[in-house]
């Protein structure tokens, strides 16, 4: 090193190449990563909330609400939903939204884990890892706000099953940053969809819609951080990574699109589980609604080169990809 011109040497000296250098895909010009992660950031600071105090968690349920809009509940438009009554059918709703939430807890613990492993190597007083840090700060909250609204509704929490905790374990050792951020985004993009349907129905619980409202505004950020720092590991990362991306990609969509139905919901609203698991399947309503939540993602994903080869056989199999 000489006085007044610096050189950086080792991992940051390749960072800076690499940041330095333009980077294009099907999609245009990546932005640099410490701008977006700067206006991010802002953004964080501005529109940030505390469910806690935002929210009254005291008010009794509105009776003859829903907790959950009828149309993405897993057995509308079935023969069973038609036997329903609209107190059985609301009673479904609760327990569904139920087993949503704990999905959402039992993903966003997942993807503070991964959050973690991709700052762990990288420069500590960036924005990137900064805003990496603010984010992991807002799914802990998230966790907590879907943990209360259970309690709070009175249904049971749903884990996920055995077999899907343990594959879970899983991917967060073998996955790539890469893959980290596919899975991210497959977690984060189809619930909030859900989720944007649902704050401003007025059919839905006031504490649900307060919930969903605080959820899809802090999401949004983290989409748009996952989505471009995917592009940017898509088109710099090594080719045998992009493969493993592609594949561990496609069975993840694979077992989050079954662990959106917890049978143990029909168990405890009085229905037959074999008969309802099975209209489930068989439903079209059903699939239409997960492929139109999943649609925004997958074109993304195809358009940024994710949905190839085995990954989108993969992804076809889930029932997310038409």
């Known amino acids: 090193m000489t006085a007044g011109n610096p ?8 960072t800076t190449v690499t940041e330095r250098a333009a980077l294009r895909d099907a999609l245009g010009l990546l932005k640099d990563r410490e701008q977006i992660a700067e206006r991010l950031l802002e953004s964080s600071a501005k529109h940030s909330f505390d469910p806690d105090r935002e929210l009254d968690w005291e008010a009794p349920p509105v ?13 509308y438009d079935t023969p069973l939903w038609k036997k ?8 479904l709703s609760r327990h569904e939204a139920a087993a949503l939430a704990s999905l959402g807890i039992w993903f966003e613990i997942i993807l503070m884990q991964l959050l973690v492993r991709h700052i762990y190597d990288k420069s500590l007083t960036s924005n990137h890892v900064r805003y990496a840090l603010t984010e992991i700060a807002d799914e802990c909250r998230h966790s907590m706000m879907f943990a209360r609204m259970i309690q709070t509704g009175g ?3 749903y884990p996920v099953s055995r077999t899907n905790h343990n594959l879970a374990r899983v991917l967060k050792t073998v996955s790539t940053t890469p893959g980290s951020f596919a899975c991210t985004l497959l977690g984060e993009e189809i619930l909030d969809w ?3 349907l649902t704050f401003p129905d007025e059919r839905i619980q006031p504490l649900v819609r307060g919930v969903t ?8 950020r983290h989409v748009r951080y996952a989505r471009e720092e995917l ?17 561990s990609c496609g069975e993840a969509a694979r077992v989050f699109s079954l662990a959106f139905v917890n049978p143990a919901v029909y168990d405890n609203v ?18 239409e609604v997960m492929q139109t939540g999943a649609k925004r993602l997958t074109d993304f994903l195809d358009d940024i080169g994710v949905l190839r080869g085995a990954g989108r056989r993969l992804w076809k199999s889930s029932g997310l990809l038409a």
Do not use: C, F, N
């Not at 329903?84 to 009673?91: D, F, L, P, S, V």
């Not at 592009?231 to 594949?247: C, D, F, G, V």
């Open 7 to 14: 050189t950086v040497e080792g991992p940051e000296a390749m």
């Open 63 to 75: 009776d003859g609400k829903y907790y959950w809009p009828p149309e993405l509940l897993s057995l």
């Open 84 to 91: 329903m009554g609209e107190e059985q059918r609301i009673e």
């Open 155 to 157: 249904a049971p929490a």
């Open 194 to 196: 859900m989720q944007r």
């Open 213 to 220: 409202r605080i959820h899809v505004i802090e999401e949004a």
């Open 231 to 247: 592009r940017r590991q898509m088109l710099t990362a090594p080719r045998w990574e992009r493969e493993l991306t592609r594949i």
């Open 270 to 287: 009085g229905l037959d589980r074999r008969e309802a698991v099975a209209q489930v399947k068989a439903s079209g309503h059903r699939r």
